[in-house]
């Protein structure tokens, strides 16, 4: 196991036992989430085939080995230490948070949110790696067809309206809330945003803060409070009632609001709103533009060519000209 990691990320030295080797072993398993740009790494307990490293590579989860069980918790104890999280507490999900410089030449830094869960027979742990170069992605990088990009900017034209951004879970959908918070970005106006612990990354001009679940039954207190705050932008991370809505719908009257949220498409997202909020004076004036979203795996733009898999395969169609 030691070995597969250490190849995967550019290592081939052997990692001696003793207590440096949870921390030898976290490190490579953190240069190998950069290396192979992952998105997530999973660690997880199985008790009939033991536990798994597993990464999220272009929105597909892949198996990188299978270890000792002896070596699980103490691997999830170094975890819990570098997060800064309570290491004897197992029995309550935990969340936790740290940056890490990876440029050697330039200053570059990755945000690494880690989430532990109490499972059956041990804890598992899923870490997040983000970019905050991601916050700085224009509209033109979001993929969107001529005409959506034509509408997005146009609604954000206006001072006024809620944005509702849906999509499934790693879709995207706190990127593409920053690329319009970004629109325009300046210190003469004053941006808020309301955020999952973990969730976000740092964005210049904004004033981020964090959802506090284990103090705040839902969001609503909290929004309510960020709509008071004379705010010109305001971004909300996953709205959870209907009084929540309700409040950035009002607020959508006057200043910019964008929420993102969990539904398939956009009239699934009018549907949601119609059916949460009996405010149905309010919902063609407070509610600007509905957006959803997915996450499209891109082929190498070094080795692509034509052809491809059939459609009933891969998930992919060709019709011989170069993929795209």
Partial sequence: MIRTLFVASGHTEDIPDGPSGPVRVVNAMLLCCIRMVASHLFLDADHNTGPS????????VREITRYDTRAHKPLIERIQQM??????????????????????????WLDFTVSTFPATHSESCTISI???????????????????LARVEASLSHNSGLYLIGGPAGSGKTVSAYSILNVPN????????????????????????????????DRTAQVSAAVRQSYDGLHVCYTGSSEA??????????????NTMHFQDAISGLMLVANWVDLDRLTG?????????????????????TGGPDRQGSGTHTDGKQDQ
């Fill in 83 to 108: 997060w800064q999280i309570i290491v004897n507490e197992t029995q309550i999900p935990q969340d936790g948070r740290f940056r890490m410089n990876i440029g050697s030449e330039t200053d570059r």
């Fill in 130 to 148: 983000r970019d905050p170069a991601a916050t700085h992605i224009g509209f033109d990088a979001l993929g969107l067809a001529n005409g959506n």
């Fill in 285 to 305: 004036d407070g509610v600007a533009l509905i957006t959803a979203q997915r996450l499209v795996r891109r082929l190498c733009t070094e080795c692509r060519g």
């Fill in 53 to 60: 490293i597993s990464l999220r590579i272009d929105g597909l």
């Fill in 245 to 258: 809505l309700a409040e950035l719908m009002e607020g959508g009257l006057s200043k910019h609001v964008i």
């Fill in 186 to 217: 300046t210190p003469e106006r004053r941006v808020l945003s309301i955020e999952d612990p973990g969730a976000g990354m740092p964005v210049e001009n904004v004033v981020q803060g964090v959802v506090n679940l284990q103090k705040m039954k």
